[in-house]
């Protein structure tokens, strides 16, 4: 088994999940970028350095390997960010899935391949999403996920890869980067429990209200979509729960040790900040009978104590 972008959040959790199985993992990681893998990695995993964007070394990787299996974890994942870098992410996003399939095809290999996709596809709604609900990608984050997703399904079509495609709802848990809302939170109050920063959190909008799944969760889904999954098809991944941002915030400054105060700041406010991204999980719980396991509270607790480590290492 393959996975690109294996030292970045979701990816480094799926790595343990394959391995908790007991299996040989490839894992791929960008050259020269600041998250690399572990200074003691597992004798099961061997790590490589692949850019995604570089044909050659991607075919190369492939031809050398031939998995079973790939999944496509490598991306641009910031949607704030992508409103100012919206060249970079879709290059990385679209090119990026490009350059894969095509190198697939090139090794001469038959492996299924996860595109992980994203809820942000669809158009703003005020009740749960299913996986045909109309699209209106709004960030060019969005733009780029829905394209990696065309790109996926040509793959499955001409190739004759099978080819899974997951929309994943908001996931959140331990190592996930502080430039998404949970983390921000909790690694704002683990500095401030450390005494490293001033006891107020700056927010944005905390009306609007997402459905949030553990990370842990999230890998679950990929796992079993990757055996279980229909080729071309598309599967959201979700609770089927909405939770308002500000509960988020909430739940985390509940488990702080220290007082905590909330400032709203206009500049954190995104341009296209829907009120509500609520999905239906129906589809993946009836044909893969997958559903969320980890209770939200655990989630919250396990991503401060991440984030404590951190602060005091």
């Known amino acids: 088994m393959v996975v690109t972008g294996a030292a970045g959040f979701v990816g480094s959790h799926l790595i343990d999940l394959l391995l908790d199985e007991g299996r040989t993992v490839e894992a791929w990681h960008r050259p020269g970028s600041d998250t690399g893998p572990p200074r003691d990695p597992p004798a099961r995993v061997r790590w490589r350095a692949v850019d995604v964007l570089e044909a050659e070394s991607v075919e190369r990787a492939l031809s050398e390997s031939r998995p079973a299996v790939i999944f496509h974890i490598a991306g641009a994942a910031d949607v704030g960010s992508s409103w100012d870098h919206a060249y970079d992410t879709l ?19 038959a492996p299924t391949v996860l ?34 997703e065309q790109l996926g399904a040509r793959c499955a079509a001409e190739d004759g890869c099978a080819v899974v495609l997951p929309r994943a709802f908001n996931h959140i848990g331990p ?9 921000s939170f909790a690694s704002r109050i683990a500095s ?49 729960r909405a939770r308002a941002i500000g509960d988020v915030l909430d739940g985390l400054i509940a488990l702080a040790r220290v007082k905590v ?19 239906d999980p129906s589809r993946i719980d009836s ?18 104590d991440y984030w404590r480590h951190v602060r005091h290492s």
Request: with cysteine; hydrophobic share 40%.
């Open 91 to 109: 290059v990385t996003n679209v090119r990026g899935t490009h350059t894969l399939c095509d190198a697939v095809r090139r090794a001469g290999i």
């Open 115 to 148: 595109i992980p996709g994203s809820a942000l596809v669809y158009g703003p709604s005020a009740s749960a999403l299913s996986e045909e609900a109309p699209l209106g990608p709004a960030s060019p984050y969005a733009v780029s996920k829905l394209a990696q």
């Open 175 to 183: 190592r996930q980067s502080p430039s998404f809302a949970a983390a």
């Open 192 to 240: 401030i429990e450390a005494g490293r920063a001033e006891p107020t959190i700056q927010v944005g909008n905390l009306d609007a209200k997402r459905d949030f799944t553990d990370v842990r969760d999230t890998v679950r889904a990929y796992r079993a979509l990757a055996d279980r999954g229909v080729s071309g098809r598309v599967y959201n991944v979700c609770s089927g």
């Open 261 to 279: 105060t909330v400032q709203v700041d206009p500049s954190r406010i995104r341009p296209s900040d829907t009120p509500l991204v609520l999905g």
């Open 287 to 304: 044909e893969i009978g997958w559903a969320p396991r980890v209770p939200f509270e655990k989630t919250l607790s396990d991503l401060l």
